[in-house]
């Protein structure tokens, strides 16, 4: 990392939960950032934050913000916010990491997982994609078992965590069985159930979450063609998604080796003890960037399949911290 060489960052949605989030990966790491500045709607702009030892003003975010020569920009506001200001912001020479859906499925942006394809990162042309939560913790272990055995088709069945869904969604669930709460977010209490609906139901009867997940996961493995199904369900669980994950490869495998893989894949934990009930936990995941991948068995239904179980922490991996990874990236290969 280029430490000698000092950078200008800027949080566009710092008062959200991801951007909560953000500021926490942001005062553990130890980047060559001299200057930060938070941007946010003017409902929250004026309002103060602690960061770092000292205390910042939250700016309303304007066509004019981004003419003080920030070099990065994290934004996490939401998909218009982006659509109108990561173009301005880039215009002027800043770099856009955005965590909304917005430039995802743009072909000129890159979408971005670097554990998983960093190089990619050189083909910006000033926005980089964030991807959708789901798709960064499900692509990490996929991408070295594609590289190895060469992925033929992927079910993915996802349980979600309520955090997925801002602070609405949060206070679905710690809330909702208070009389005469009124639901913020889901259309069904989320107390005791498990919604099958997430986002919004497409003509061809998936979600668009599922449908983010089935199109991200080919465009960042560069696997257009690759067959890829989902159902994506939303669980009473504050924080952290847990997925399984079933994969059919076109070659054959040893289980030992493959489970070896995984191990000695960065950014990846092995949890995989059945004798002594050991697999990955939402709780565990909390407060983790790594991605936990436990239950590896045979899928004995089909000639060369695996069933792995995945969690990760959506709001840091998820999230924050894949968008300052991406910093991080950045800051290296300048």
Request: with cysteine; proline share 3%.
């Amino acid at each position: 990392m280029n430490k000698n060489k000092q950078y200008m960052l800027a949080i566009v949605g710092a008062t959200g939960v991801v951007g909560r989030i953000a500021r926490e990966v942001l005062e553990e790491k130890d980047l060559p950032i001299y200057e930060y500045a938070f941007f946010s709607s003017c409902k929250s702009a004026g309002s103060t934050i602690n960061f770092k030892g000292k205390e910042y003003v939250v700016r309303e975010l304007t066509e004019s913000s981004f003419d003080e020569g920030f070099d990065y920009a994290i934004f996490s506001a939401g998909g218009d916010t982006s659509k109108k200001f990561a173009p301005i912001a880039a215009s002027k020479g800043c770099i856009v990491i955005d965590n909304s859906s917005a430039w995802r499925m743009d072909k000129e942006v890159p979408l971005i997982v670097p554990e998983v394809n960093s190089d990619d990162i050189k083909k910006h042309k000033g926005i980089i994609a964030n991807p959708n939560c789901s798709t960064i913790q499900a692509v990490v272990p996929l991408k070295v078992l594609d590289t190895k055995y060469k992925i033929k088709r992927i079910v993915y069945s996802t349980y979600q965590a309520v955090s997925g869904a801002g602070i609405k969604g949060i206070n679905d669930l710690e809330h909702g069985a208070e009389d005469g709460y009124v639901l913020q977010k889901f259309t069904h209490p989320i107390i005791n159930n498990c919604l099958p609906h997430i986002d919004v139901f497409l003509d061809n009867g998936y979600t668009k979450e599922e449908e983010k997940m089935i199109n991200e996961t080919r465009k960042i493995l560069n696997r257009p063609d690759l067959r890829i199904t989902a159902t994506t369900v939303r669980v009473p669980v504050i924080n952290s998604h847990s997925e399984a994950i079933n994969i059919e490869f076109e070659n054959d495998f040893d289980l030992d080796e493959l489970i070896n893989t995984l191990k000695e894949t960065k950014g990846i934990i092995v949890q995989d003890d059945i004798k002594n009930d050991i697999y990955p936990l939402a709780t565990e995941a909390s407060g983790h960037d790594e991605v936990f991948v436990g239950r590896i068995r045979r899928d004995y239904s089909v000639e060369n399949g695996i069933n792995i179980w995945v969690v990760a922490d959506n709001l840091r991996k998820g999230a924050a911290s894949n968008a300052i990874q991406i910093v991080e990236e950045l800051i290296n290969q300048d």
